[in-house]
């Protein structure tokens, strides 16, 4: 490995696709130079050479990517552009769109949201746009294997053509997957592994300002566009556990943040860190979007907080509603409890298909909270 690539490895292993994408400029970047370099000695003795132009400013662009690796939240930064759409709230005339998502991972963001979607067509007569934007594909494994679909190759990465940019949305409304006839008003917009490739391509493109079209609002775009034909009720999307191309795509595209969290010290430090990050970038990036509360998850017992977690939900409070300054409430009253039938049904399939009575109840008080929320 030549000398200058040698931090590679650890950059790599600190920041995973963003390290990726920041290598691949360096070596861009360094190409660019040994070009230069050559040209320089061919050269006459006295012309003017470009050689130290060229080598100040890859110092410069790489001195920028090194600036925005240090933090997910600065890769994203830049203004957003006068014509990105920017999603309408229900009481403005548009779609709710909810995120839900925490940068900490275990925290039960893939059973809460495929369980809310289908609660809301099951129960609640909804028609229901599921997205999953985690390359892992959990959610799309759960609903489809609950909703008895064979799934092939094709099928399980349509979410990759809702990021791209420039993408045709006509061709996009026949991509999600009809979960009828046991959610007869749902369909899933799928991922899957390749994803992760795709979101670190567009990551590289948008670090080296390869793209004419911001990257950040395809996913708006085309929700834009679906919420105009009047093609869904609501849309919740899984969002994956860190700030990728994908997770940028679905918080800008989206009008609300639902955030599932263990009443626990790791996990309430990890909450308020997110939150926090959240309200750095939604001033200039995502102004529309509220906050629909910190759902507690894996609580203790079926009713109610055990005083630890009561403890952790006062912390939870006080951070972000005082600290923060952030409209956000801990939702007590939804608790999703730590129970065998939840952890063994969430490998299965959905609670709310295959689950009993009162298994089924558990999820009715977040239910509500989110139909009386967004005025569904």
């Not at 594909?137 to 099928?155: H, I, Y």
């Not at 349509?158 to 061709?171: A, C, L, S, T």
């Not at 089924?360 to 139909?371: D, Y």
Request: with cysteine.
């Amino acid at each position: 490995m030549p000398e200058w690539l040698g931090p590679a490895e650890g950059l790599i292993r600190q920041y995973g696709a963003y390290g990726l994408a920041v290598l691949a400029a360096l070596i861009g970047l360094m190409l660019g130079w040994r070009v230069g370099h050559r040209r320089g000695h061919q050269r006459q003795d006295g012309e003017p050479s470009q050689l130290k132009k060229r080598l100040n400013e890859a110092e410069r662009k790489l001195l920028a990517i090194r600036e925005s690796a240090n933090s997910e939240v600065l890769i994203w930064t830049r203004p957003r552009p006068d014509d990105a759409p920017l999603p309408r709230r229900p009481e403005e005339g548009g779609k709710p769109v909810v995120t839900i998502a925490n940068l900490k991972g275990g925290v039960g963001k893939t059973t809460v949201t495929s369980n809310l979607a289908t609660m809301l067509d099951v129960q609640f007569g909804k028609r229901v746009l599921a997205i999953d934007m985690d390359y892992q594909g959990s959610m799309t494994s759960m609903m489809a294997l609950a909703t008895e679909k064979q799934l092939d190759r094709a099928d399980r990465n349509k979410v990759i053509n809702f990021i791209e940019p420039g993408h045709d949305v006509d061709r996009l409304r026949a991509l999600p997957i009809d979960l009828g006839p046991v959610l007869g008003r749902t369909h899933l917009v799928s991922a899957y592994h390749p994803l992760a490739d795709v979101e670190n391509r567009l990551l590289f493109s948008w670090l080296t300002h390869q793209n004419t079209r911001d990257v950040r609002f395809s996913l708006a775009e085309a929700l834009a566009r679906f919420a105009e034909d009047d093609t869904f009720d609501i849309c919740v999307i899984d969002a994956p556990p860190r700030m990728t191309t994908g997770f940028i795509n679905a918080i800008c595209a989206s009008t609300h943040l639902l955030i599932p969290a263990v009443m626990d010290g790791l996990s309430t430090e990890a909450t308020v860190y997110f939150a926090e990050q959240v309200q750095a970038l939604r001033p200039d990036l995502f102004p529309q979007l509220e906050f629909l509360g910190v759902l507690p998850t894996m609580v203790s017992r079926r009713s109610g907080l055990q005083p630890h977690e009561e403890q952790q939900k006062d912390y939870l409070t006080h951070q972000i509603e005082n600290r923060l300054a952030i409209d956000c409430d801990v939702l007590g009253h939804c608790a999703i409890p730590r129970r065998v039938e939840i952890s063994r049904l969430a490998g299965e399939g959905l609670i709310y298909v295959s689950g009993n009575a009162e298994e089924r109840a558990i999820w009715e008080p977040l239910g509500k909270h989110v139909v009386e929320r967004l005025h569904l």
